[in-house]
């Protein structure tokens, strides 16, 4: 079956086992708010009693009655049989005080089992402000489609989501994201002990019903530059930035596109010399998406000053060489490649890419 990285939606059932009507009314009251300060100050003392009380009765838990304590820890030991042997555990947890307390909770009780994990706060991750949770599941998609591409990079390692746990948005966010990024989805109905499956799909996202404009600007909401005004569908952005449904339309298409060979530029402040393409062509196909990915960083850089440490653009030591002043590094593994830049007026132009000079 090879490693398996597994990403868990975390709510709050494992505060939620063997309660009184008295104590649920008091949990299902508060369960939305984000902050403690929220909270009158009347009601905080019941409610830490009880988070801690639970809390506590889960982490001293055997995995039998962890099971039913906790619909998080159930899908998972439902999909693995132990949890030491996941390679890595991603926690999604809503941003309220409560599903911190849960996902603290069943972080504690996966560790006691030998198991490695690591929580995803995302900012906004709750149910009461629409805006908000639009933007926070944004941030959920581009966590999947950037940070995990590490996962995917690797035919050995498998990329699983679990959605029994969370609020249904989050569920259905995440089990949308799964068709297109995951080996499977998988969940527990409530009350259930068969566990779902959902396979990724051999699906393939086309933004061509956009206009070469629109397809600049998607780009450039996607890495969070300034809006040009260009009109897009409201499906794909609101406000001059991408909706959550945008967000992972634009991050898979971006990876499709990205494999087929350079892409147009995204900046003013950008332009590519006349001998650029031909110099990427000579590359390895395998390192194009690389190379799209620097150059938008090269376009960020050159619009907002924000020099990533994996681009590092410095003078040419010597003065410039072949017309170029500047370099940065387009990648760092199997033969280090920069690209080869100078400057026309407020214009970086890149010239080629290329081995490092010395």
Not at 120 to 140: I, S, T
Not at 242 to 255: K, N, P, S, V
Not at 313 to 340: I, P, Y
């Amino acid at each position: 079956m090879g490693s398996i990285v597994l990403v868990s939606t975390c709510g709050t059932s494992s505060l939620s086992h063997d309660l009184s009507s008295e104590e649920r009314k008091l949990l299902n009251q508060w369960a939305n708010v984000g902050s403690e300060a929220e909270i009158p100050a009347g009601e905080r003392p019941k409610l830490e009693e009880l988070v801690l009380r639970q809390v506590d009765a889960l982490e001293r838990a055997s995995p039998e009655e962890a099971r039913r304590r906790s619909a998080e820890i159930n899908g998972i030991l439902s999909y693995t049989g132990n949890a030491a042997e996941v390679q890595m555990h991603y926690l999604v947890r809503s941003d309220t005080v409560l599903g911190i307390h849960a996902a603290d909770a069943v972080e504690r009780w996966l560790r006691a089992q030998g198991a490695r994990v690591e929580q995803k706060p995302f900012p906004g991750l709750q149910v009461q402000d629409q805006n908000r949770l639009d933007q926070a599941l944004a941030d959920c998609a581009r966590w999947v489609a950037e940070e995990l591409q590490w996962v995917r990079s690797e035919p050995s390692r498998r990329l699983v989501f679990h959605t029994t746990g969370g609020f249904k948005a989050v569920q259905g966010f995440f089990q949308t994201l799964g068709l297109l990024y995951a080996e499977e989805t998988v969940y527990l109905f409530e009350g259930s002990s068969e566990l779902m499956r959902i396979p990724r799909l051999p699906l393939l996202v086309d933004l061509g019903f956009l206009t070469d404009e629109q397809r600049r600007e998607v780009r450039r909401l996607r890495l969070g530059l300034d809006s040009r005004g260009t009109d897009l569908p409201e499906t794909l952005a609101a406000r001059g930035r991408l909706t959550a449904f945008g967000r992972l339309l634009a991050d898979a298409w971006w990876e499709k596109e990205a494999a087929g060979g350079l892409l147009p530029e995204i900046s003013d402040r950008i332009r590519f010399g006349p001998d650029f393409a031909k110099t990427v062509t000579q590359e390895n196909p395998s390192r194009w998406p690389t190379i799209n990915r620097r150059l938008e960083d090269l376009a960020r850089w050159a619009e907002t000053g924000q020099d990533l440490r994996s681009l590092d653009v410095k003078q040419l030591r010597g003065g410039a060489r072949q017309g170029s002043t500047h370099e940065a590094d387009a990648w760092h593994d199997g033969g280090a490649k920069r690209f080869f830049l100078h400057r026309d007026a407020e214009v970086w132009v890149v010239d080629r890419v290329g081995e490092a000079l010395h």
